[in-house]
């Protein structure tokens, strides 16, 4: 029997037909993790133990794909798995339990359709609808040729599963999305890093030095921005003045905008400057690396203009 004879949109659809009982997995705990990995185990034995053709040829990752949802469709299912939460989970472990749709996605900056659509310059407008169908493609290319398959509907569910259940485990270390902006307009709330201590500010630096340790240099600045917003207990982040001192401390140590900033004299030479080096410009950022400076390394001489202690 081929794959081929499995109606793959047919099960697929069927599958998703009730995914408005979702519940966004907030209803699983790690107990019905942990059951629905030992029913997979089981069912792996029955499937090797009870059906000599599966002895004959490896199983590709279509092919378990496409098997899982004809299982998970059976109108008996209920019986051995209740929900809907715990079928999309069973899915996700068979089919791709390293969460590969998921943390490609990441790493591409996608802009969304109303995103583009605001852009007033039509040119401009059409080369970036181009651009987010070419990195759309690639994308479905890449995920294809890891797990064999591509089913965008299990992206959303794939990005749910992570964060309830590996969030605070595993740091996400390859991200290409632009949220630094939005992270950044907090910075308007936060007057001064006085709140944070000496000891504190030493323990900061430590956890920002495993931090870079961990991530590569590429994209280091949405790396940070991801990280903060969404895995800051697993960093141990604990005010939004600690967040905002360790996004400088893994993206700019050195305050090099601030440099670059007291070395200019004219603000577009500052943006244009900082963008060539660090690839964004912020001016939200600026504000925030002067009163780092004044409260953690106040004699530390930037440029010339530097007023020191």
Excluded at 161 to 177: A, C, H, M, S
Excluded at 188 to 210: C, G, H, M
Excluded at 221 to 239: D, M
Aim: aromatic share 12%; with cysteine; net charge negative.
């Amino acid at each position: 029997m081929s794959s081929g004879f499995i109606p793959i949109e047919h099960y697929r659809t069927k599958f998703y037909q009730k995914e408005k009982q979702s519940k966004r997995f907030q209803d699983m705990s790690e107990e019905q993790l942990v059951e629905i990995a030992k029913k997979i185990y089981r069912k792996k034995e029955i499937t090797q133990e009870n059906n000599s053709y599966y002895h004959q040829r490896s199983i590709s990752k279509l092919d378990r794909y496409q098997r899982t949802l004809l299982y998970l469709t059976n109108p008996n299912i209920h019986m051995d798995i209740k929900t809907f939460d715990e079928r999309l989970a069973y899915l996700i472990m068979v089919a791709d339990p390293e969460l590969i749709t998921f943390k490609e996605y990441l790493k591409r900056n996608i802009m969304s359709i109303q995103q583009i659509s605001r852009i007033e310059d039509e040119a401009e407008r059409e080369r970036l609808f181009t651009e987010r169908s070419q990195t759309l493609n690639e994308f479905e290319t890449t995920v294809r040729e890891q797990i064999g398959f591509f089913d965008v509907r299990l992206l959303k569910y794939e990005e749910l599963f992570f964060k309830r259940f590996y969030n605070e485990r595993e740091l996400i270390t390859e991200v290409g999305q632009n949220n630094e902006d939005n992270f950044l307009l907090y910075s308007v709330l936060v007057n001064s890093f006085d709140s944070i201590s000496d000891q504190r500010y030493e323990e900061l630096v430590e956890k920002a030095q495993t931090w870079l340790s961990l991530v590569p240099d590429k994209h280091r600045t949405k790396v940070a921005t991801y990280s903060i917003t969404n895995q800051k207990k697993l960093l141990g982040l604990n005010t939004m003045t600690e967040q905002l001192a360790f996004f400088i401390l893994v993206t700019d140590p050195n305050l090099d905008m601030l440099r670059i900033y007291e070395e200019e004299s004219m603000m577009p030479n500052v943006e244009e400057r900082i963008i060539e080096a660090f690839g964004y410009y912020n001016k939200e950022l600026l504000s925030l690396e002067k009163k780092f400076h004044t409260r953690f390394c106040p004699d530390k001489k930037l440029s010339i203009w530097t007023e020191t202690k």
